[in-house]
């Protein structure tokens, strides 16, 4: 079981809820998309899956979930749909004045923020890099 997995399972127990084989596909889902997404996208990707039947409203309560304990996010672009991100493995570089939106991943800042928390006895469950400042267009 990933990390992922068992922070959603400590947070669903805090909740009293269980941890269910739907919920596990729909985070496994998650982690799997590797960019952003639609929550009609996921359950369109989870309906394809004939061995487990995860209902429209699965998805949507469980995204909900992994929201309010920290491990995706949803965002609002500009065409005004709602889209989700697993925080876990890519970092954002952020334009305080165009609000441009820069994802990358470095192994490096993985590595040293992993070290951090090992120097520091520290379980990560998530992880959100933020840096905000200028893009190149705007400085």
Same mark, same amino acid.
Request: net charge positive.
């Given at each position: 079981? +990933?990390?992922?997995?068992?922070? %959603?399972?400590?947070?669903?127990?805090?909740?009293?809820?269980?941890?269910?084989?739907?919920?596990?596909?729909?985070?496994?889902?998650?982690?799997?998309?590797?960019?952003?997404?639609?929550?009609?996208?996921?359950?369109?990707?989870?309906?394809?899956?004939? +061995?487990?039947? &995860? #209902?429209?409203?699965?998805?949507?309560?469980?995204?909900?979930?992994? $929201?309010?304990?920290?491990?995706?996010?949803?965002? &609002? %672009?500009?065409?005004?749909? #709602?889209?989700?991100?697993?925080? %876990?493995?890519?970092?954002?570089?952020?334009?305080?004045?165009?609000?441009?939106?820069?994802?990358?991943?470095?192994? +490096?800042?993985?590595?040293?923020?992993?070290? &951090? $928390?090992?120097?520091?006895? %520290?379980?990560?469950? +998530?992880?959100?890099?933020? &840096?905000?400042?200028?893009?190149?267009? $705007? #400085?």
């Amino acid at each position: 079981m +990933s990390r992922q997995e068992q922070a %959603f399972g400590v947070y669903l127990r805090s909740r009293g809820l269980p941890l269910t084989p739907e919920r596990q596909a729909v985070l496994k889902q998650v982690l799997a998309a590797g960019r952003h997404f639609q929550a009609d996208e996921l359950y369109l990707r989870l309906a394809r899956d004939k +061995s487990r039947q &995860v #209902s429209r409203a699965t998805v949507y309560r469980t995204l909900r979930l992994l $929201c309010d304990c920290g491990l995706v996010r949803k965002v &609002v %672009f500009v065409d005004r749909h #709602s889209h989700y991100e697993h925080l %876990f493995g890519h970092a954002h570089l952020i334009c305080s004045k165009c609000g441009r939106v820069i994802e990358f991943r470095d192994q +490096s800042v993985s590595r040293a923020l992993a070290r &951090v $928390c090992k120097a520091k006895k %520290f379980r990560e469950a +998530s992880r959100k890099v933020e &840096v905000v400042g200028l893009c190149a267009k $705007c #400085s």
